[in-house]
């Protein structure tokens, strides 16, 4: 008799589509950015093309280009060309690319194929277990659904949900439209003012804040910081709102603390004028319910992208902005919040949360540049605005922010002269300067790009064992054995790096209040530090934005003290004015308003007398 061979059984998989995914990689850039923000290195069910999409992020993280050459490099120097079939299996992948235009089916089968993979082992892990027949049926039970959940989280297309999505109950939570059996109405738009007509930017329909910035410019990062509760996110989300319903523009928007039927959620309260306890509980009347009908049908019309993904790190959130920008053309961008975005993970052991921090915004500005939009990013404030007598933000409360005085001075190292903060600002262009800089423990020649005066701000003169001494502002951060320390949180005695003919600690023996002074920055890139007056210090987060905006109401503090009033402080602006802007704020709605005085005229501080950003 003879015996029936049984077939043996292969994991999914489609060595086709892997090699179509890598082979695209390699000749479309566009391919690249499609791959790269949509596939892990363990969706691939082949080692070698493991190894070559792994080098192949990391070139696209890191803005480098890819061909069969430079991988191929790349390979040899890790010693795996010969493991994946040498050259002549890169140039096969090219060959067999194809297409591009079909890079998007390629991935979602390279992905289905993984997905069935990871069924198939958390199958397999459960069957094992439940063979063992453990006395405790129902923690086994938990644990095979949650084997199941964790698989069906880690699917994410990485493009944000379409608002209107949401809206039409298509990726609702609830899974049933917002509305039912609903006509289209128009929402009727308010006629533009003359001044707006001058308005270069992108306006936002704040007529004090356009016309004291002229608009959000492309390629511009912004930051809206303030204390919790004062209503960033809620300010934040109304421009959005004007600038997507009313300019009709694609907007992105990043939620790190909020999800999407939230935002979406308090949208509709904002444009429909409805309070967000009657949507919640339903108890509209006629008029109510049809402002919402009408907000919702305009609010379907136009392109809002809320990507709500928790915990994203810095180099994710860019791949999926430049997706956002790929496929629904976004022309403006918020992130909420800059506190919740995490680095690259590609810090120094030495380094802390500063250089963490000063890595986001930084990339965050290319992200602005690369994708030729203004973003827009919210931050915390420190806790000082709260010791403050009339709670008033300024510089020194933005989080990882810091300045030196004028007379800082900087070694130029090709020149061999020094050169004071105040000279290098001062200069028409900007050129580059060789400076001292720290980096893996040791000093060596860096960089730096440009000085620029950042207002003026109270200082603190630092002075060591060796008469050394600088003058910074208080958050300012200086390098101590611990790592980045501002300067608010240095004691005497501690030790703290300085510079002359070689790397030392010094400990410090005084620090000293000081006056208000004008006060500089600068960048230095890569590394983001520099020697200034044989001290080691940091770069600031406000070297790397054009405009820092704060946010307050005073009637947080005190139910009686301007009631329904915002301040919108705009501390630098890099291209324009300084200034304060009214605003009327519904707290009802949440929403932010042009501010309206007694005689019926919009009120404009461009004087800007009574606010400067000192102690």
């Not at 120097?77 to 050259?87: A, D, M, Q, R, T």
């Not at 923690?139 to 379409?162: K, M, P, T, Y």
């Not at 939230?262 to 409805?274: D, G, K, M």
């Not at 304060?580 to 932010?592: C, D, G, H, P, S």
Request: hydrophobic share 40%; net charge negative; with cysteine.
């Amino acid at each position: 008799m003879e015996l029936r061979k049984e077939k043996i059984k292969v994991a999914p998989n489609s060595k086709e589509s892997e090699m179509m995914v890598l082979g695209c990689m390699l000749t479309s850039v566009n391919s690249m950015n499609v791959a790269a923000d949509g596939l892990k290195t363990e969706d691939f069910y082949y080692k070698e093309h493991q190894i070559i999409f792994e080098i192949l992020q990391v070139f696209y993280k890191s803005d480098k280009p890819a061909d069969i050459h430079i991988l191929g490099e790349e390979l040899k120097k890790k010693s795996h060309l010969e493991s994946i079939g040498g050259i002549g299996y890169l140039t096969t992948l090219a060959q067999y690319a194809g297409t591009s235009a079909y890079i998007e089916e390629y991935v979602k089968l390279v992905q289905e194929k993984a997905i069935l993979r990871k069924m198939i082992q958390a199958a397999q892990a459960i069957e094992k277990t439940a063979l063992e027949e453990p006395e405790d049926v129902h923690n086994i039970l938990d644990e095979a659904q949650s084997h199941f959940f964790q698989i069906s989280q880690s699917v994410n297309a990485g493009s944000g949900v379409l608002i209107r999505d949401l809206l039409s109950g298509l990726k609702a939570e609830s899974g049933l439209p917002y509305l039912k059996e609903l006509q289209e109405r128009q929402e009727t738009f308010r006629l533009k003012g003359p001044d707006e007509l001058k308005i270069t930017g992108v306006p936002t329909h704040f007529v004090d804040l356009d016309k004291l910035i002229n608009g959000f410019h492309s390629s511009n990062l912004m930051i809206l910081a303030a204390r919790p509760a004062m209503g960033k996110t809620a300010l934040a989300l109304n421009i959005a709102e004007n600038i997507c319903f009313k300019n009709h523009l694609p907007v992105g928007i990043f939620s790190l603390e909020m999800s999407a039927s939230q935002l979406v959620h308090r949208i509709i309260c904002s444009q429909s004028e409805v309070e967000s306890e009657k949507i919640q509980t339903g108890s509209l009347n006629g008029s109510e319910y049809q402002r919402i009908v009408a907000s919702v049908n305009m609010m379907q019309k136009n392109v809002l992208v809320i990507d709500d993904q928790p915990g994203l790190k810095i180099t994710d959130m860019r791949a999926r902005a430049r997706r956002m920008k790929e496929v629904y053309n976004i022309q403006f961008l918020v992130i909420d919040y800059l506190q919740l975005v995490a680095g690259s993970g590609a810090s120094k052991s030495f380094e802390s949360r500063q250089m963490e921090v000063s890595e986001i915004s930084r990339m965050l500005k290319n992200m602005a540049r690369e994708l030729n939009i203004p973003v827009l990013c919210l931050s915390q404030l420190s806790r000082k605005v709260e010791e403050r007598q009339g709670h008033r933000p300024m510089m020194s409360d933005l989080r990882e922010s810091g300045c030196l005085t004028g007379d800082t001075r900087i070694y130029d190292v090709r020149k061999k002269v020094f050169v004071t903060m105040k000279e290098l600002s001062s200069r028409k262009k900007q050129e580059p300067v060789q400076v001292y800089a720290i980096e893996n423990g040791k000093i060596q020649e860096h960089t730096m790009t440009k000085v620029f005066y950042s207002g003026k701000k109270r200082v603190y003169e630092i002075e060591t064992q060796s008469k050394k001494t600088i003058r910074a502002s208080e958050n300012h951060p200086f390098l101590q054995r611990s790592g980045w320390t501002r300067v608010d949180a240095m004691q005497v005695g501690e030790e703290v790096a300085t510079f002359t003919e070689s790397l030392s600690w010094e400990k410090i023996v005084d620090i000293r209040k000081m006056e208000i002074e004008d006060v500089y920055d600068a960048t230095v890139d890569v590394v983001h530090n520099f020697v200034a007056s044989g001290f080691v210090v940091h770069n600031s987060i406000e070297q790397d934005s054009d405009l820092v905006m704060f946010l307050l109401r005073r009637e947080y503090y005190d139910p009686y003290d301007k009631p329904s009033l915002a301040e919108l402080i705009i501390a630098k602006n890099r291209h324009g004015k300084i200034g304060v802007v009214n605003m009327t704020f519904r707290k009802e709605l949440a929403q932010f308003a042009n501010y309206i005085s007694l005689d019926g005229g919009v009120q404009n501080q461009e004087a800007f007398a009574e606010f400067s950003p000192q102690d």
